[in-house]
């Protein structure tokens, strides 16, 4: 390592140091999961009009696979063929038919059996997984008619959780459950080329074109559960980071590496679950519950997070550009698509972002963004689209990763392996996840 000498050698001559510059950012944000808001919101939206969506965006795309595989295949001498709907599959009959799983699973919360229950009675504690191999588990596919019952070995070598949209081939038993011998699921779709919509953007206005060659050896930093709880040992960390892309820390060489860094992504979870519940400093019969002024007490909320969060952020903007994703744990609502942070938690760093008001996509993005979870947008000409995490959280509890409570780090990159060639970012919303 050359670090240590470089910070032994003695000072040089040179009156002018060498001066090291950010690279500039190429940055195009999409606006794909921000809600109307105002007079535009609307509450009439229905779960069910989700799945409803979901099939008819994909079900074509599914169907379209199934045919090209099961075109000509056969079983003495029967010919498998297409069935429109679920409850037009026939006992012994060789078919093929798309839907959308469901996963009935007796670990899985339910919510008429909650509101079946007394209200008085405390709700048990959040379950870390589903997956049980003791108690009966069912897999059905359903459509707009009906549902059927799924069965057979290839179910156990495929990864299925509620939401999928899928075809399966099969027969019907005797006991009306459906015999699977194959599945296909969507798979990857075409993914757009780099630079592929800034170079349509461009032309649209008449703009020129887009300079790849410039973005060469440009890197991305990716930054997720800071955690800020308002600790000490928040300073540290925060500081070690900030120092890091900044430039401030290792030696020369290091520091032009980080000069290529030419945006950051926080993805979520920015302030801890463990927040202390009252302000520092304030008696232990503030802590406790009192009476509320207009349903509202002050003591239970703790500024320093926010704060610190704000701060920390405001060191770096003058340096590099921030897209900021909330999390599960963040100030922002809780279903998802969460919408973005507001920039009024923010009075230091919003000095860098774009005003809040009229029609975002019309409006060049700030230095500072905030932005929904999940998010998509074009950054140094590559699609990106990502989440703060809680997705992959909740279909985890739905199958056997292998690891404590199913959390093992392979898992997870299965799982995110298997959201994209799902083609749906959130399969398991509305039904175990809050959408």
């Keep these: 390592m050359g670090l240590p000498d470089e910070l032994l050698t003695k000072p040089t001559n040179d009156d002018s140091p060498a001066q090291l510059n950010r690279i500039s950012s190429s940055y195009n944000p999409l606006y794909s999961y921000r809600l109307p ?12 009009d989700m799945y409803f969506l979901r099939l008819a965006k994909l079900k074509p795309v599914v169907e379209a696979i199934a045919t090209n595989e099961w075109d000509n295949f056969e079983i003495a001498g029967e010919r498998a063929r297409r069935v429109e709907r679920v409850l037009d599959v026939r006992q012994g009959q060789l078919c093929w038919v798309a839907g959308t799983i469901y996963m009935d699973m007796p670990l899985k919360p339910n919510i008429l059996e909650d509101i079946s229950k007394e209200h008085w009675t405390a709700g048990p504690l959040p379950r870390q997984s589903y997956y049980s191999n003791e108690l009966g588990m069912q897999i059905m596919l359903e459509d707009e008619s009906g549902r059927l019952r799924l069965t057979g070995a290839m179910l156990k070598n495929s990864q299925l959780v509620t939401g999928v949209i899928v075809a399966v081939l099969g027969t019907e038993n005797a006991n009306g459950d459906f015999e699977v011998l194959d599945i296909q699921i969507p798979n990857l779709p075409r993914q757009p080329q780099r630079w592929e919509r800034d170079e349509a953007k461009s032309a649209e206005e008449g703009k020129m074109e887009v300079d790849c060659k410039s973005s060469d050896g440009k890197k991305i930093a990716f930054v997720s559960g800071l955690d800020i709880s308002g600790t000490r040992a928040d300073n540290l960390r925060l500081a070690l980071l900030s120092e890091y892309l900044l430039g401030e820390a290792l030696g020369l060489d290091d520091q032009a590496t980080i000069t290529r860094i030419s945006r950051l992504v926080i993805a979520g979870n920015s302030i801890a679950s463990d927040v202390i519940d009252a302000a520092p400093g304030a008696p ?47 100030p922002a609502n809780v279903s998802l698509p969460q919408q973005a942070v507001h920039n009024a938690m923010f009075p230091h ?7 809040q008001v009229g029609n975002p996509a019309q409006q060049d993005p700030g230095w500072f963004d905030s932005v929904t979870n999940p998010w998509e947008g074009d950054i140094e000409g590559w699609r990106i689209m990502g989440t703060s995490g809680q997705p992959v959280d909740d279909i985890l509890k739905y199958v056997d990763a292998g690891g404590p409570n199913g959390t093992d780090a392979d898992g997870r990159l299965e799982v995110m392996e298997s959201i994209l060639r799902w083609r ?12």
Excluded: V
């Design 349 to 355: 760093a919003r000095a860098y972002a774009s005003p």
């Design 37 to 48: 808001y105002g007079e535009h919101k609307t509450y009439m939206q229905q779960f069910g």
């Design 424 to 435: 749906c970012a959130a399969p398991t919303a509305p039904d175990t996840l809050c959408e």
């Design 284 to 330: 232990e019969t503030a802590k406790k519950a009192a009476s509320k002024k207009y349903g509202y007490d002050a003591a239970a909320y703790n500024p320093i997070p926010t704060t610190l969060l704000d701060h920390f952020l405001a060191e770096l903007l003058p340096s590099i550009p921030i897209t900021l994703m909330p999390g599960e744990h963040d």
